[in-house]
């Protein structure tokens, strides 16, 4: 009984619209074949959207700061992953190992260039990833720049049947990876020792160390497997874009920002809720209202998170931060 | 306050030196000069609502944006003076800015950032939705162009202007609000600190002059505004300029202008580092390594080196319980 | 035979202010020590010092070895448990996480070390689900607690257990301290305002106005004391 009283009345109004909006999506979906192909096209596409804001909010639960190199970092890994290819590797061997590679690249600039600043200003901080953002698309560009590159995917372009709906096998793997990516950081978080540390050290830094964890390396871990999970979205979007391009990550990294804001950077699943709420809208727009021109829809989906944040400063699943005093 | 040259000196001797300069510098190098002091009026401006007030804004090139727009529109409709367009897009941008500040009093911390980020997204894009007026990605060309030095002298000028109003602003009580919200919200509130006032006003202040600098930037692109100039890697080059300013004082400002000014436009024959793909390299490495050393900016550094000289590092840093990992 | 902790001339600082100006003290092993003092004397952070929570110099010897720059994480690794002021409860983990956390330098099964916390707080086991932060003020002291002895110390400090507490929780925390000392052999420093409490609990005690020790002995020799009655036991 102690539980239902504490829970927030907004929470609940909150999770009963969303789940009115899922049935809505579901009764259209079965009324037109349309509407539903582009359901699914964006659950596939939030996911992915999703896997970038759970990246962010991960770095920002435990060191308060924005990683705006996030999406580069994980264009970074996509061409490294086209390396690999180039040098023999198959596609989901390549796919792994970057993963591998992903979180080792995370801890390094965790130790080597944030750690130093980090604890003296986050503004400085926040500078750093800027710096990042530029360095990285420099030396992406100094490494792969010039010829046009293409990344082989290994999903094809058929699609499935099912009860007349067409759904893309890309669909399904985005949907698949992203979702098993997820599924293990969870497990991580919920089930392992490791997991509860890293949460702890995010939440009261003093009070864990006191516990015998070392905060520090809980922090370089955090960025690792951020760094993981950008690998993945940038993996799972490729495949959509024609050929490797240095700035394809920057609007899946603008609307990550928006999903984070949405579901409130406090809450990881709020993250990937929000995510899979802006896919959708997305798709669903671009379906129904041709009106909207791609330039436009990045400023639609930000308006519609400043209406939210002006509802719920602290984002849809947002906890308020009180402030002790 | 800090010991450094009493501002009697370095103001006038400042000063001095931008008015010899055009006449030293080739016309390509005054342009480069001029474009500095734009940034030192955009950097200024933020710098008092980041360094001052705390809030960080990804958002300022909107300001840029719509002053830029307004010196542009207004000359070529009603072939207004430029200088006076300027003022114009002060005052506009002065008016915008509070009206984005009011309910932005709601957010904190990073969800502001977000959401100025999405000005910056949002507001180059109307151009491209109002086209009849606001000449869409074609842009909007003002009949008016001016040489080089006039374009110097006039960035200058109202760089003094507003360095001038910036400094009256900030010593007396409004200043000190200012830094009161910064250093402890909850302080200021508790000894009766009006904080939504004075953080609206500072955005209204920032804006206003990001305002004045956007129109700046357009007078000395040849009159011409467009949409792609005003992107969210302009509000991006700003934020890195007032960090890398630190706070506080002229030269820091001068720097962090100069920093985002010159640097992305280091001369292509200069080896490596002027490459297409060197420069990016080296900026990205510069601003990570510029924060690393001294994250409180070029402003800082000379506290840092006289704490370095005395090698008490220590008393530097903030006081922080060991195992917490943030402030 | 030497004691479990020593302090010999400790020192710590806040930046520029100057908190303990050359503490020292010693707690022998299986014993209850008392801290009392004036707010800010420095009593907290004596605490500190030891759990490396704040920096400190002078020597510090913990079960015979010299704990140079440890910090907390490695003060809680060689069996050092710190009970800070205002708990340092985790209130958006659940009472069972809380409690694992406490096990975290433990290698191997934890279940009987858990099993045997359950027996001095039996109530847990009810309230495992439940989300930390909405336990009462006392219940979480006692959860503070729990956690500290499920990493199985060999040094308890606790500060301030008794702050913003009902007397009647208070008395039973104390009294599962004292019963944790007893059976358990677990030696404890405890940094305590109510000065009778402390005394009553504790073998012996120190009392440190402005960042000195100004009296020592034990807590007979201190409950007897004139100063120490007038000014900290009201009588």
Redo the contacts between chains.
Sequence with gaps: M??LK?ADVGQVAIAVVLLAGAIALLVCSLGSTKFATSTVAGVALGLVYGSLALALVLI?Q???V?N?AQGELAMFTTYIAYQLIQWGLSYWEAFFATLAIAFLLGTVLQVA?IR?????????????T??????????V??IW?GSFRSLPSPFGIASYDVGGVPIEHLWVWQAGVVLAGLAGVWALFRFT?LG??M???A??????????????VM?AIGWGLAALLGAVAGLMTEPSQYFLDQAFMQPIL?YA??A??LGG?ESPAGAVVGGIAIGVLQTLMVGYVPQITS??Q??LA??L??AV??VK???LFGRR?V?R? | MRRRLPAVVSVPGVAGVLVVLPFILSSYHTFLAAEVGVFFVAVLGLNILTGYTGQISIGHGAFMAIGGYTTAVMSRDHHTNLILTILVAFAICFVVGLLFGLPALRLSGAYLALATFALAISVPQLPLQWSRYLGGSGGVQSPETKGNVWIYGAAWSVSAVLFLLAWLILRGRVGRAFRAVRDSEIAAVASGVEIGVYKTLAFGISAAYCGAAGALFVIASNGFAQPDQFNVALSLQLLIGAAVAGLGSLWGILAGAAFVGLLPNISPSVPIIGSEQGRDVVYGLLVVLVMLVLPGGLAGLPARLRSLRRGLNRKSKPVKLRGSSSQ | MSALLELEDVEARYGPIHALHGISLAVEEGTIVAVLGPNGAGKTTTLRAVSGTVRRSGRIVFAGRALGRTGPDGAARLGIAHVPEGRGTFSELTVWENLRLGAYTRRGSIKSDVERVLTYFPWLSDRRRQQAGTLSGGEQQMLALARAFVQRPKLLLLDEPSLGLAPVLVSEIFRIVRELNDKEGLSVLVVEQNAHLALQAAQSGYVIEAGKIVLSGTSAELQADDAIRASYLGY
């Design positions: 102690e539980r504490t920002y435990a060191t308060h924005i705006f260039v130093p600043v980090q604890h003296r200003s986050v503004i400085a901080t926040v500078i750093v800027v710096g990042l953002f530029i360095l990285i698309d420099g030396v560009n100094w720049g020792k509860l540390a949460r702890a050290a939440l009261r830094p003093a009070s864990a160390a006191l516990a015998g964890v070392r905060v520090e922090l603008v920002f928006a984070a804001a950077l330039e436009l990045l400023p930000f308006a998170i400043l944040l002006l400063p602290n984002g931060q402030q005093v």
